[in-house]
């Protein structure tokens, strides 16, 4: 089945510093990858999603990438502020609205 | 994105008792899921909810565990049974959206003692 590796376990940034999540999955028929925030005591929250036929999608301060050729796509948070501090999930699965495979989770602290 | 609504939103169980968790939404949804997330992990999906049918079980989930019903488009629940205090967790439910994005009702946090 599909494996899903993510680094790193912890990030600490200075605000207004970028912040950038990686993940690498293993199976090839992966084609949608979205990426979760959850703060302390909450749900997951879908913040940004890419799908296979893509590489970049932009939403404001954050940014994800996707390289299907090394099986490996990021997130990167820019200008970070202190209310981006929470715990970020990467997934992957074969198709979107299928099962999600998650990565084992970032806990980024943004530093004021 | 749906509305999502899970009951309950905690509980404290003693072992070898069952708790039935309900998960609502507010339209129609084709995919539902059930996760389970251990203290300070990540999320493991515990089974597809499907409606008409058995659920579908992920390696290291059985059904004797954690039976799932789905009656309808709205509604499913997931029990889980014979608890133990390694069933601790919060047990959350999600849905596919209409562009098959997936969203997450609040979780159950279990404690089981």
């Known amino acids: 089945g599909e494996n899903v590796e993510q680094h790193p376990s912890t990030l600490s940034v200075q605000e207004g510093d970028s912040a950038v999540i990686k993940c690498t999955y293993s199976?090839?028929?992966?084609?949608?990858f979205p990426w979760y925030k959850q703060e302390l005591g909450k749900r997951p929250q879908l913040i940004i999603d890419?799908?296979?036929?893509?590489g970049e999608k932009k939403d404001q301060r954050i940014a994800v990438t996707l390289n299907k050729t090394a099986k490996h796509f990021s997130l990167h948070i820019t200008e970070t502020q202190p209310e981006d501090s929470a715990v970020y999930f990467c997934?992957?699965?074969?198709?979107?609205?299928?099962?999600?495979?998650f990565g084992g989770g970032t806990r980024v602290l943004v530093k004021p | 994105s749906a509305v999502i609504s899970q009951k309950p939103s905690r509980d404290i169980c003693q072992r070898g008792t069952s708790l039935t968790i309900q998960c609502q939404v507010d339209s129609q949804v084709t995919m539902m899921f059930w996760y389970r997330q251990q203290p300070g992990q990540s999320l493991t999906l515990i089974a597809t909810?499907?409606?008409?049918?058995?659920?579908?079980?992920e390696s290291g989930f059985v059904i004797d565990k954690f039976p799932i019903s789905r009656p309808n488009l709205t509604f499913s629940t997931l029990t889980v049974s014979n608890m133990s205090p390694e069933d601790s967790s919060i047990y959350l439910c999600?849905?596919?959206?209409?562009?098959?994005?997936?969203?997450f009702g609040p979780g159950t946090r279990l404690t089981v003692t």
């Open positions: 890419i799908r296979s036929n893509v």
């Open positions: 199976d090839s028929a992966s084609n949608y």
């Open positions: 999600s849905v596919a959206g209409p562009s098959y994005e997936q969203y």
């Open positions: 997934a992957a699965s074969r198709a979107a609205g299928n099962k999600l495979t």
């Open positions: 909810a499907n409606q008409g049918s058995e659920a579908t079980y």
